[in-house]
């Protein structure tokens, strides 16, 4: 095996890190310099090429990140670059590094991935996990791999038979049970607690009051979503009547265009509302802060300053981690996807039908709605107690 830890020239690194500030906007800074050391020239070339042709962000950081893994891996178990297209033998070989059997692999050392593979990962920073991957981890790296084939101009094999048998096999055999990308749901009564832990009256709080709460009344936005989001999606629309109390004065109502999403097209036109305390959440941050145009949700520096750029997604995690853990919940057990299944297991809990909740999370699949439904809470409806 080659030394992977080897840098590349230092003009051609550099060079490539200039290359990459263009993609400032969807590439992590603290990033850049990884990627300038790991990818070639031609793969900063295809992902320049893939951000002209529009390619949404998140989809383009997904495949930068899946780029530099994949290199990384070639040079540490083939002593040589990612080969375009990568012959099928090496396809198998990076299933079976991925996906095995831990039974076998405590009388077999050789079974999985070689160790001094592993340490060259894990040396890098690439590779956190002892165990096997997750299937949906492999099957995504490897269909970033075709994706990347494909707009290179070239054919793969990713169809394979033998490939796909011997990823059905690999994934039978690894056995690892797909958890959630949040243990726990952040429904409704759990929101209530990280709101009251938000409450006073500063910059940062009247910030994430209001980001939770278009996060979560929005249909469970992706944080990514909600990093991303602008002024220029927000539109007033006429207030609506409070079903609670006629007497009531009409609620404040704003309309969200959501533009490119995981699944769906910029040009799509979906657009979801918020009705009453989100939006007057939403409107005294953007009061407070000043902020008429670009983007909604900012950094704010440890001097109360607000900062223009953006928060990133990884930011609205950190912020709804930090919430949690002041409402005294452990935030090893939420994370900001469980804004997303906490809203569908809020509606679920009051009864909403499950396409009226659709209509405002933008879920596609029925069925990949119903799975963000907490198992603990299917013990609250009729369907378990047929026999009661």
């Not at 050789?110 to 997750?134: I, N, W």
């Not at 791999?145 to 490939?163: D, I, M, Q, Y």
Request: proline share 6%; glycine share 6%.
């Amino acid at each position: 095996m080659g030394d992977t830890s080897k840098p590349a020239l230092p003009d051609a690194v550099s060079r490539r890190a200039a290359e990459l500030d263009a993609l400032d906007s969807v590439l992590p800074f603290d990033r850049r310099d990884r990627l300038a050391e790991v990818l070639t020239d031609e793969d900063v070339a295809t992902l320049r090429h893939l951000a002209r042709e529009g390619l949404g962000e998140n989809s383009l950081r997904a495949l930068a990140s899946d780029l530099c893994y994949l290199e990384a891996w070639a040079l540490a178990a083939t002593d040589a670059p990612l080969p375009w297209p990568a012959p099928e033998p090496l396809l198998v070989k990076f299933v079976a590094h991925h996906l095995w059997d831990p039974a076998r692999r405590e009388s077999d050392p050789s079974h999985g991935m070689p160790a001094e593979v592993t340490a060259a990962l894990k040396a890098q920073g690439l590779l956190r996990v002892d165990g096997p991957h997750a299937p949906s981890t492999v099957r995504r790296r490897l269909s970033s791999w075709s994706t990347l084939t494909k707009w290179r101009g070239l054919v793969g094999t990713f169809n394979a038979p033998a490939l796909q048998a011997a990823l059905r096999l690999a994934v039978r055999a690894s056995d690892r049970p797909r958890g959630r990308k949040s243990p726990k749901a952040v429904t409704a009564d759990i929101l209530r607690q990280i709101l009251a832990a938000c409450a006073d009256d500063s910059l940062a709080s009247l910030r994430d009051r209001a980001l939770l709460l278009t996060a979560f009344a929005s249909g469970g936005r992706r944080r990514s979503e909600i990093a991303s989001l602008r002024c220029e999606q927000l539109r007033q629309e006429e207030p609506v009547a409070d079903e609670t109390d006629a007497a009531a004065p009409p609620l404040p109502c704003l309309s969200i265009s959501l533009g490119r999403t995981k699944t769906a097209a910029a040009d799509t036109g979906s657009s979801v509302l918020l009705v009453g305390r989100p939006v007057l959440a939403l409107k005294t941050w953007l009061d407070r802060a000043g902020i008429a145009e670009g983007a909604v949700f900012r950094g704010i520096d440890r001097w109360g300053n607000l900062e223009r750029r953006a928060l990133s997604p990884q930011a609205v995690n950190l912020i709804l981690k930090r919430r949690i853990a002041a409402a005294g919940l452990d935030p090893d057990e939420f994370s900001a996807h469980g804004l997303r299944s906490g809203y569908l297991t809020e509606t679920a809990r009051r009864g909403i039908p499950l396409p009226e909740a659709m209509q405002q999370s933008q879920h596609k699949s029925v069925q990949q709605a119903s799975n963000y439904y907490n198992e603990a809470n299917r013990a609250r409806g009729r369907a378990a107690r047929l026999m009661s």
